[in-house]
DNA sequence: CTCGGTATTGAAAATACCTTTCAATGGTGA
DNA sequence: TCACCATTGAAAGGTATTTTCAATACCGAG
């Protein structure tokens, strides 16, 4: 293998495209996997865009109390090709912040908050998570994962606890248009049925950690067979996406002690999953559509009697 | 007399305040006192704010055929102090240019829509949905709920099909936290589970339809052991609520051919279950606290291995 | 028509800003 | 405790922007 001395330049970069409006989600999105400098930098870019528009690097440093560099490395792992970009992005979010609508503050969930509250509260959450989600999403990602599933000759989902679930919606939609599609959360049966994979034929795994293990060994000898695999994660920089053909990124909402983060990466993974299924259903619109009828009317005939 | 060397810096500086989207408006009052290059650049970066964002001052002095320095007088002639900030300020010209555009997003999903249109629709369309469960829900009947599962010896749960998901979400939630919660989506076992019932007990019906008879029948027989009932269901009138103590309501949005009734559904029914499932974590936090966290840690372990 | 003066312009120097390199540091696991 | 890797910022190295300044075009008067 021929080693190649790589600039630190594009070592960092995650995100595929820059994002205009979806930046505080991005920044969410990737805190966890930022070094404690450059969580300061993007969080004083998320906190202050227009503020932090007007800045030079080395004066965003200087606020943030690091240097230059960390301030280009933030960038660049925003998805910037550098700080000149995203400076130019920051002002385009704090022109559209100040003429269209309010900033949006969301108080956390209180142990005393009354019944009405919650509910207000959660559907705003899950609201602005969908909204987070559709921004952050790289539709050519999600462009190719929708041609390889709908050309599949079998589809396999991974997913364990809440993203189990996930997987199991798609497989069931799928299976409503006529695709063969299987969702394994058992992680033994799961690399069995993988090994049978071939080129394709199309793997998912869901993890919102990107990091479960479970998740991640059947989608590499899904992988390694051939299979065209695609990883939904919260974590575009985690240990599942070295075994992914294309990545799609779902929102981080920030979880507080009464509303786990299992709850918002639900509500941004099931919107993938929509969008996965629909862009199928769209593909194979051929055959889907009496598929998608048949079912209807053998569920109708169930109602009824 | 001393004559002093004035810098070329300031000479030209006409307009007070820089323009945020008065641009256009204030490159027509200006053109006549500009001379013929600057007419030039000016009329390039009216016409396209978007395009000229993203040059530098060579690339803009190349595109209109003038030099650096009449770009540089240009963008102070228009009121800002370089055209560093000029760049800035089209830049977020560009950015509400381009927010203003409605995508459309009114109508139906259509076989031939591109992707990012789906992308866009279907999160509109989640997000309405939410809305409107969370201005349909009613808050006495969800707080009778709440009470009941909080004190509840033992929660069942049932739902078939996609709400079978649900109701797997819904008892994945409540054992975080403690409490004893099963998901039946078999039928046969949902009855003989539910014979055990007794009063201080809850059942939980999830269906959509409101007239799923494998999710009636368990509910009917808790009822009659005395278990407290709930119906989680977009149809306040249908059958399962003959037999619910408890009736919380999920919106119906409309579905289309290529969007199937479950998706908008299962966002509204799970939206209903996390609420359900914050106020029992409220009501019970002296145990569910602890207990969270320490299924957030066993996780992390899991992860980090 | 020619000349002197002024306005306009762009090439190139100077500067500011951004990017990259690299060595020092601090934390982490063996 | 030690060796190692990740993180960090100082400073070197490049670009982009700004300024200078000389060349040129323009204009009105003689």
Redesign the pocket.
Known sequence: MVTRDV???FSGRVGAAPAPAALAAKVRTLAPS?????QRVAEAVAHDPAGCAAL????L?ELT?????????T??LLGY?????L?LALAGLAAQQQSGRAPAITTDIAVDDPIADVVAKLAYDEQQTLADTAAGLDTAQLGAAVSAAAAARRIDVYGVGASGLVAQDLTQKLLRIGLIAHAHSDPHLAVTNAVQLRAGDVAIAITHSGSTGDVIEPLRVAFEHGATTVAITGRPDGAVTQYADHILTTSTARESELRPAAMSSRTSQLLVVDCLFVGVAQRTYETAAPALSASYEALAHRHRR
């Open positions: 600039k630190e330049t930022m070094t404690r400098s450059m030079t690097v080395t004066g440093a109390g690091t240097s230059e560099a960390t301030v280009v490395r960038a660049r090709p550098g700080y000149r970009d400076r």
